[in-house]
């Protein structure tokens, strides 16, 4: 309604000056052919302040009508006696026909313009949205978002393929239905909106394509990972369990021998229990490090305490301590307090780290409990002349050792295991080299 009442002031106000301006030159003694011509442009300036077509038709009838009142002989009638006057006013007619449709359709085209500009600029921005965005449900809430903002719509984007209607958009990438756009609005669409939905729908599907394309190239390459780990793994297992069985059938054949005297045998059977220790512990390790790397190892939580773990495992190898001259330095916190966790992956860890120190401790051996705030801390502190701070950086990899023979004393696989312990129970664990110290620290928090 004010739109249309703003038509007519524009109407009314140049019918106006085009009068005016037509008396004007009509006092000035400028030709009838002349004023016409103000006319013309009349009408040419209505059609192009209005919508173009109706009220330049209507300016066109009321302009021929004044003009052949006011100019024409007989003046003030709309009688026309001259065949001159007639043709000149026909023309008129039809130029103003002409230039209405002309200027109508010019109309039309800049509206469509700026309706192509504006979509356009509205898939530029959802383009510019999901360029850097990863992730198929980021991608799908920017698309709702998108829509929302552009065309006031709710919308239900998901990776569902779901049958093409009036209200399902089908998302299309290269070749393959990847999901839909479901409106979720009753009300019927106009085409601007609809173009919009389809042009997003596109969008998407690009978006959506690329990062599939990406998650897919990434299975490949943890498959392709995963395949070179088993064959490093079972290259590892093969090297290991060949050292101490080698090892075994070589002095069990020596005691079997005639010339070998009651102590020499009994001798070599002590070496073969120890080397069948050390492969059970061998076997152990491979068995826990398959469980983990299938995520078999299961937790059971409760409420434990770190201390008395602590010092039941260092108990546990006291005899290892005495065998290996080693007199550890025990500091433990009195009022530890409890956390929940699991007791026997923490009974792992600790046994690992024990069996590490008494490895690899050459003079100095150091063993600490502390609380600091709400902070538990754990050290393991070993003397050490062979580690260097490269060495530190690898120790926690898997099968790493740095004797590079890989005796049946040392797999790496205890450090690995128990870095992922720690941190499948939600800690952390660190390893620094100070004064030719080893130190490795676990963060209980």
């Known amino acids: 309604m004010k739109e249309k009442l703003r038509y007519l002031v524009y109407f009314g106000i140049i019918i106006s000056i085009e009068l005016f301006c037509s008396f004007t030159l009509n006092s000035m003694g400028i030709r009838k052919e002349n004023i016409l011509m103000v006319f013309i442009v009349g009408v040419l300036l209505i059609a192009t302040f209005t919508k173009g077509y109706f009220y330049g038709l209507l300016a066109s009838i009321i ?21 001159n006057d007639f043709m000149l006013i026909l023309f008129f007619l039809m130029t103003s026909v002409i230039a209405c449709s002309l200027t109508d359709r010019f109309q039309k085209q800049i509206i469509i313009s700026k309706k192509n500009e504006s979509i356009s600029k509205q898939l530029y921005s959802l383009s510019e949205r999901l360029l850097n965005v990863s ?10 978002q998108y829509i929302e903002e552009s065309i006031q719509i709710k919308t239900n984007i998901s990776l569902e393929i779901k049958e093409e209607s009036k209200n399902v958009i089908p998302i299309i990438g290269m070749n393959r239905v990847l999901g839909s756009i479901e409106i979720l609005s009753h009300q019927g669409l106009n085409e601007d ?20 394309t990406y998650l897919e190239q990434e299975k490949i390459k943890v498959a392709m990972e995963r395949e070179h780990m088993l064959n490093s793994m079972l290259r590892s297992i093969s ?58 190892y299961n937790f059971y939580y409760k409420k434990v305490n770190l201390k008395n773990i602590l010092c039941e495992n260092i108990a546990a190898f006291y005899n290892d301590f005495i065998n290996n001259n080693i007199n550890p330095i025990i500091e433990v916190d009195e009022n530890i307090r409890d956390i929940i966790s699991d007791e026997g992956a923490i009974t792992r860890i600790f046994t690992n780290l024990i069996g590490n120190i008494i490895k690899h401790g050459e003079s100095y051996v150091k063993i600490t409990l502390k609380q600091k705030d709400d902070v538990i801390i754990t050290e393991f502190i070993n003397k050490t002349t062979d580690l260097t701070e490269e060495n530190v950086d690898k120790l926690f990899k898997r099968f790493y050792t740095v004797d590079k023979s890989r005796s049946d004393r040392n797999t790496g696989l205890g450090l690995y295991i128990t870095k992922v312990l720690v941190e499948k129970l939600g800690y952390s664990i660190n390893a620094t080299l100070k004064n030719e110290e080893l130190i490795i620290q676990i963060l209980w928090k």
């Open 135 to 144: 992730g198929i449900e980021y991608i799908l809430l920017k698309g709702n």
């Open 239 to 296: 090297h290991d369990l060949r050292t101490p069985l080698t090892s075994i059938m070589g002095y069990l054949q020596m005691a079997r021998l005639e010339e070998v005297s009651e102590g020499e045998k009994n001798e070599y059977i002590d070496i073969v229990e120890n080397r069948t220790k050390s492969l059970q512990q061998l076997i152990s390790s491979f068995y826990d490090l398959s469980r983990i790397e299938g995520n078999e």
């Open 193 to 212: 909106q609809m173009i919009i939905i389809k042009a997003a729908a596109n969008q998407l599907g690009n978006a959506l394509e690329r990062e599939l």
């Open 63 to 83: 302009s021929v009508l004044c003009f052949n009142f006011l100019y024409i002989d007989p003046n003030y009638d709309f009688h026309i006696s001259d065949p």
